[in-house]
Structures are given as C-alpha cells and as structure tokens.
C-alpha cells in the first residue's frame, strides 16, 4: 500500500446498475474459513456454488513471491529484476489457464514498468469485473503481505475460475499493477488509456491490498456502498463485523478508478495504523499495536501472514466474484470468432491476408469449420487451416483476378461448430497497377537528421561512441546505464498488391550486463500493435546483426514502425540501430 495519502477523503460510491440483493441471499463461512460466535447463516444456492479457495495454494504463491524477492537483491520493486519476474511467475500461470493475457508498459511510471491485464474468455464485453492489486514491493523488503497477499489472493481465484469453467453473466478482468508504492502510478496510467466507453464498461472495480496482515482487521473499501455489499455479506456470514478502511483512503489503486466515476470496493487488513481495544475484543489480536508491524520493513517476508485472515479474503473474493459475474448451470460449449485487421485492401492480379482467432468463451474446446460469403466477382476465399480448435487461429486469404469486380464490400467470416458465430471484414479490391513496390522506409540511414522519424532525444546521431554500420549517422537508443526509456518510430504506407513485403533494419547491442539468464534492458520491434520481435543485453554481440521479418499482413495499410527501448537503474545496454528498409515487390 502506498505510504501517503493522497486526499483527505473520498466520497462513497454507490451503483444502482450492479445491485446484488443479499437479503434474500445469506451465505455461510466456508468450512476453512474459522467463524466467530455469532449464528451461523443459511446458505443461498449461489453461496454454494462459490468456491473454497485453498489458502495453502495462495501461501505457495506467497512463498514463489518471496524466493523471486530474494534471488534479486531482497525486493520486487517496480523496475527491477524482482518486480519482472513477479510478473513473468503470473503470467504463466494465467496463460496456462487460459486467460488473454498482455501486459501494458507504464511510461509514465517512477520505474518504467509493465502492469499486468488478463481476461477470462466468458462473459459480455460491455460488462465487466474487475478485480486488481499491486504486484510491487518498496525497496526496503520483499513485500509479502504488501502486496504479494492481494496479488496471491488475484491470482488462485483466477485459477480457480479457469480450473470451473462456468457460465458467466459478466467478464472478469484481473489485474496486477505496477509502481504503486511511487505513487500509485500503474493504475493511474491504466484508467487514463481508457476511453469514455470503456470506463462504462467496467461496472465496478474490486481492490485487494494487504488482505493477510498478522494482528489483522477486517476493512471493506466504501463498506456501506452497494457496491461492496458481496464482499460485506460474505464477512457478515463470518460474525466478523467489517468496518470502513479509513487507513487505506487514497492509499491504493481504487483511488484513480474512483475518481473517474467507476464504482469501487474491496478487502484490506490493516498498515501502520494500530488496532483499538474494541477491534481486538471483536476481531482478537493485541490493542494498540499495528495491524501488520512489519509495513514496508524487511521482515514483511512469508512469515508475516495470517493464514486466518488470508483465507478469509480468499473466500470472500470467491464469493464475490460468483454473485457478480457467474450464472447457474453447467456452462454451454461456445467460442467467438475474430479477424485482424478487420479491413484489407487488394489490387486485381494480387491477394492480401488476415488473421482469423477463436477463442473458447464457455464451457470446452470444440472443432470450428471455417468458411466465407460476400466476396465479389473474381475474389477467391481460403483458410489455412480449414478448421481449428477453438483457441486457435487460421491464415485467411483473399486473392483477386485480373478481372475481378472492384469496390468496397463486406466479407462475413464463419465459425461453425456446435453454434455459429461471425466476424465481419471490409474488403477494397482496387483497379490494376500492380504493386508500387520500393523501399517505403524514409531516411533509414539517418543521414538526412531526423525527418521522418519521430525520436526521443538524442537517439539520431553521429556520437562516436557507436559506430554507424553505414554513414555518420545511426539511431542509439538506451546506453545510459539508469532507469531510461527510448523510443523511435515513423509512419509507413505500406503498398497493396506485391508479392513480397520484407521489413530489415541492422541492430548492434553492446551492454555492461553481465548475467547470462536476466533480460535487464529490452528493445521492443513493432508494427501497428503488433510486436515482431524483443530483443535484450543477452542478445548482445559484436557488430551488427541484420534482423529480417516479413509483413505482408500490413500490405495496403498505413503503419507506425516504432522502436521502444528500456533500460534498468544500472550497467548500460545500447541498442544502436541502422539502415532500415521495409521493401515491397
């Protein structure tokens, strides 16, 4: 949790268009959830269909968290070493459950860093969930309960989800979110690459920070809010009492969320702020101490836990997240259909492709038949493969004759399987001419300055510190040995009906690094939101190495070409690019 906070106050948050009537709907504790006195409540059929998160499975997460820490200078902080693999340990774990998995860079952060999204495939687009906490340590510690609880919390209940499979009324997004301790900085760079509708579809937003803390409390963000009342009536079922998190107020990544107008909630369990005698008498534990003594300390490591109050936070994001966004009944088999991009444009005489997805939505993976309708007179569809199990993707593509009719129309693409679902593609086939071909890369020598690159400062030069492979001039990006970010990149019209399209450029990688396991510093190689390659200081050699990727699924588009450089706080890598191309025949 962030060390400061950042408003005096925030005003509570209720959401009449996410209600869940509870009244009707009592739960009961888990059977690993310890109760206290109070009587026990009835179960509702929902309540039973949430699931009891295993908290010995959240603690091995805790553990992994803990060892990453410790195999990189005793911390996770956002930028280093430990903060990159705390992120790479998620995201195998989710991928292999099946989430969409991506990870948005944060360029605007203390430490350039990446926050981490992933969706479970189910569930209507314009209707979200979304379930979030920071995956960062201050530098001073591991950071086990601040804030590997909440991430291990996140991330066993994804798993959990993935592992049921059942049918769901809402999308789930969870996230992972980086810089936080620096300000808050991660999700605040989220909300803001949101657009208006977007933040519309997030119906509300559930934070988890510091869910396991040792002479815990028991805390609901905006606890009397309509929006926290899943959460609320899970530790009600408890006897547990909840009270406001008033610690936490401004302190974590609800605020940005909250300040956009998106309602918020969530669980925490206490920082620096100490446990009055009425809380102890209800919630047990030591009056006036603080709920977790080791807040951004070094002994904040796994054996700064409560297993107790840990499980407790577990189960209650479970059955959260069953009464907001999981329907009853045993999930039906089906999938969605997608093509990237979703226009295209052909010369007569040529042919252009795409990419067709599948993506298994409910239930399991089926077989999915591929076919097309719409296109025009002497265009021809194909699909390689013709079929794929849901969850793959096929190579769509459209070849026009000398002949064929030209103009605009529609092609609707179709998945059959046990349904059918569709995806639609604008197709332009224009008159002959054939290809325009030619090097569409401007000054990919440098040595006519800047234009039409755009580059971050200093990266266009004739610095003799690294040599051009050709000329005087050369793009350096990186090299400083700092936390630092360089970026490079131009706008290209890459021409339709040739047969070939080959993007090269030479890349030189020098670097102080010494590790031969630990990609420090990165270069990132994009086209569009695509990302060809990503190379780093284990790639480092002498010389140039020249690169070769071929994008003919950019034919008939225009592009931006774009180079992104990171470096972390020590030992340099220089990233020294030269004589770009991207040529068309």
């Known amino acids: 949790m962030r ?12 959401f009449t268009g996410m209600t869940v009537t509870l009244a009707a709907q009592p739960v009961t504790a888990s059977p690993s959830a310890a109760t206290t006195a109070a009587r026990p409540i009835a179960a509702s059929a929902a309540a039973l269909a949430a699931p009891d998160i295993s908290v010995t499975n959240v603690q091995a997460h805790l553990t992994q968290f803990n060892s990453i820490a410790s195999s990189n200078g005793g911390n996770r902080r956002a930028g280093s070493a430990g903060y990159t693999a705390s992120v790479s340990y998620v995201k195998s774990k989710l991928q292999a459950a099946g989430y969409t998995v991506s990870e948005q860079t944060c360029s605007s952060c203390t430490y350039p860093s990446n926050n981490l999204i992933a969706e479970w495939p189910g569930g209507p687009t314009d209707q979200v969930v979304m379930f979030g906490a920071h995956l960062d340590s201050v530098s001073a510690g591991p950071g086990i309960n601040d804030n590997a609880s909440g991430s291990a919390t996140l991330l066993e209940n994804a798993l959990v989800l993935a592992a049921q499979n059942p049918t769901m009324t809402k999308k789930v997004r969870f996230a992972w979110w980086t810089d936080e301790e620096q300000g808050l900085n991660g999700s605040r760079f989220y909300v803001n690459s949101l657009s208006t509708t977007q933040r519309g579809y997030i119906k509300g937003y559930y934070n988890f920070d510091m869910v396991g803390s040792t002479n815990g409390g028991y805390f609901i963000n905006r606890v009397s809010s309509t929006t926290a009342a899943p959460l609320k009536a899970y530790w009600d079922s408890l006897g547990l009492q909840p009270e406001e998190n008033v610690e936490g107020q401004g302190r974590s990544d609800d605020y940005y969320f909250q300040q956009a107008g998106i309602p918020t909630s969530g669980y925490a369990a206490g920082a620096s702020a100490r446990k009055t ?90 077989t999915v038949s591929l076919s097309a309708s719409g296109a025009p007179s002497g265009v021809s569809v194909s699909f390689s493969p013709s079929s794929v199990t849901s969850g793959g993707s096929a190579t769509l593509t459209l070849t026009a004759s000398a002949s064929a009719a030209t103009g605009t129309v529609t092609v609707t693409v179709t998945g059959t399987g046990s349904v059918t679902r569709t995806a639609s593609l604008t197709l332009t086939v224009t008159g002959t001419g054939g290809c325009a071909g030619g090097q569409v890369v401007g000054n990919g020598g440098f040595e006519s300055g800047s234009t039409p690159w755009t580059a971050s400062s200093g990266v266009i030069t004739s610095d003799s510190g690294q040599p051009a492979r050709t000329g005087s001039y050369k793009a350096w990006l990186d090299g400083y040995g700092s936390t630092h970010t360089d970026t490079l990149s131009q706008s290209v019209t890459v021409p339709a009906g040739c047969a070939s399209y080959t993007l090269s450029f030479w890349l030189h990688i020098d670097t102080a690094e010494t590790t031969t396991s630990t990609a420090y510093d990165k270069l990132t190689v994009q086209v569009g939101s695509t990302t060809l390659a990503t190379y780093s200081n284990l790639n480092a050699a002498a010389g140039y190495a020249q690169r070769t990727f071929t994008v003919a699924g950019f034919a008939g588009q225009t592009v931006t070409l774009k180079f992104t450089g990171t470096e972390d706080s020590s030992l340099q890598t220089s990233f020294v690019i030269d004589d770009v191309t991207l040529q068309a025949s």
């Open 3 to 14: 060390g400061r906070t950042l408003s005096a106050g925030i005003a509570l948050t209720v």
């Open 277 to 366: 005698s009425s809380q102890a008498a209800k919630w047990g534990g030591t009056a006036n101490s603080a709920y977790d003594s080791c807040y951004h300390r070094s002994c904040d490591t796994t054996a700064n836990v409560s297993a107790t109050v840990l499980n407790r936070a577990a189960d209650g994001v479970a059955y959260a997240l069953w009464q907001l966004a999981v329907g009853s009944g045993t999930p039906t088999n089906d999938f969605s259909v997608a093509v990237s991009p979703t226009s295209r444009t052909v010369a007569q005489g040529a042919s252009t492709t795409a990419t067709v997805s599948t993506a298994t939505t409910s239930g399991s993976a089926q």
